[in-house]
C-alpha cells in the first residue's frame, strides 16, 4: 500500500474483492494447518493458492494498468492502450485456442501418467 | 503453480546425498520441460494481445530478460546434461549450476513484479529504460535492482521455496520427506512473517 496507495481503490469500488486476501491469508493457515498433519496434497494446494491469489491480487490492484507510469504527467500503460485490434485478437483467440488445448492436455497427461511417489528403490538403483 | 516447484526443487540440493538427489531429479524430470511450456505461452499470450506492453516491457527490462534467459538455457542443460558421464567432478558442477541458476530465477521474478507494482519512468510514446542498478537506494533514479525490489525478489524466493518442499513432501517419502518438512518449516517461518 505505501508502494501503490492507489490498489486499494481497486478493492474499495468493489468491496467483495476483498475476499482475496481472505483466501491468501486462509491458504497461509492451510499449508501451516496441513504441513502439521503431514496431509501433503492438501498443504501443497494451499501453497498453490496462496501463490496464484497473491498475483490475481496485485493483478485487480493495478486493474486496468499493466504497466504503472512512475513519470509525472505520463499515463500509465492500460489496457485499452496496450491490447491488439479486433482482427488480431479474433485470430489469436483461434489458434491461442488451440493451443492452449494441447499445453493443457499435455500437463493433465504427464502429471497422470507420474502420480505418485518417487520410487526410492528405483532410486537407489 | 505447479511449474513454480522446479525453481525451487534445487534449493535442497545442498549436502544431499547422492540417492536423494537423484530422488529430487525424479520427482521433476518427467515435468520441468513441460511447465516451461507456460512461460512461452504467457510471452505468446502477451504479445498477440498486448503487443504494446510486450514491446515496452522487454525493451526496458532488457537486461534482466536476458539475465533470465541465460539462467533458464543453464537450468536446462544442468538438468539434462549431470547424468551422461558418472564422473563426480561433472555431476557435482552440473548440480551446484541447476541449484544456482532455479535459485536466482524466483529473485528475478520478483524483482519484476516489484518494478511492475512500483511503476517505471515510461515516456511518451510508452517505452522505459531502467538500468540494471544505480545504488541500490529508492528514490528518483532507482535501477531495476534496489533493496525494495531484491526483498521482494527475496520473499517470492522464499514463497516458492516453500512450495518446493511441500512439492517434495508429496513426491518423495522417507528421509526425503523429513528434509523437506524441516525446510518447510525454515522457508515457511519467513514466509509467515
Not at chain 1, 496441513?34 to 493483478?59: C, D, E, I, V, Y
Not at chain 1, 491488439?84 to 485456442?97: A, E, F, R, Y
Request: proline share 5%; net charge positive.
Amino acid at each position: 500500500m505505501a508502494v501503490r496507495p492507489t490498489s486499494l481503490q481497486n478493492y474499495l469500488a468493489s468491496p467483495v474483492s476483498f475476499i482475496i486476501p481472505l483466501i491468501i491469508i486462509g491458504s497461509l493457515v492451510g499449508i501451516r494447518y496441513f504441513n502439521h498433519r503431514s496431509l501433503a496434497l492438501q498443504g501443497f494446494l494451499s501453497s498453490s493458492a496462496f501463490l496464484f491469489f497473491m498475483l490475481a491480487g496485485a493483478t485487480f490492484g493495478l486493474y486496468p494498468s499493466l504497466m504503472p507510469s512512475s513519470t509525472p504527467g505520463i499515463a500509465d500503460l492500460t489496457v485499452d492502450r496496450c491490447i491488439s485490434g479486433i482482427h488480431t485478437l479474433s485470430v489469436g483467440l483461434v489458434w491461442w485456442g488451440f493451443g492452449m488445448l494441447l499445453a493443457v492436455g499435455y500437463f493433465v497427461l504427464v502429471y497422470t501418467m507420474f502420480r505418485g511417489k518417487v520410487d526410492m528403490k528405483e532410486a537407489a538403483d | 503453480m505447479i511449474p513454480c516447484t522446479s525453481f525451487t526443487v534445487p534449493f535442497f540440493w545442498a549436502r544431499v546425498a547422492i540417492v536423494r538427489r537423484i530422488s529430487l531429479i525424479r520427482s521433476i524430470r518427467p515435468v520441468w520441460d513441460g511447465n516451461e511450456v507456460w512461460l512461452l505461452a504467457a510471452g505468446g499470450t502477451l504479445y498477440f494481445a498486448f503487443p504494446l506492453l510486450y514491446a515496452s516491457a522487454f525493451s526496458g527490462f532488457y537486461l534482466p530478460l536476458m539475465i533470465v534467459l541465460w539462467l533458464l538455457i543453464a537450468r536446462g542443460i544442468s538438468l539434462e546434461l549431470r547424468s551422461h558421464m558418472p564422473v563426480g567432478v561433472w555431476r557435482d558442477l552440473l548440480g551446484g549450476l541447476f541449484a544456482f541458476s532455479s535459485t536466482l530465477l524466483p529473485v528475478f521474478f520478483g524483482a519484476a513484479l516489484a518494478n511492475v507494482i512500483r511503476g517505471v519512468p515510461l515516456h511518451q510514446d510508452g517505452y522505459f529504460f531502467l538500468p540494471l542498478w544505480t545504488n541500490f537506494q529508492v528514490g528518483t533514479l532507482p535501477g531495476i535492482l534496489d533493496w525494495y525490489t531484491v526483498l521482494r525478489g527475496v520473499l517470492a524466493l522464499v514463497a516458492l521455496s516453500t512450495h518446493g518442499a511441500l512439492w517434495i513432501s508429496l513426491k518423495t517419502g522417507g528421509e526425503v520427506e523429513q528434509r523437506a518438512r524441516v525446510r518447510f518449516r525454515g522457508c515457511g517461518g519467513c514466509l509467515f512473517c
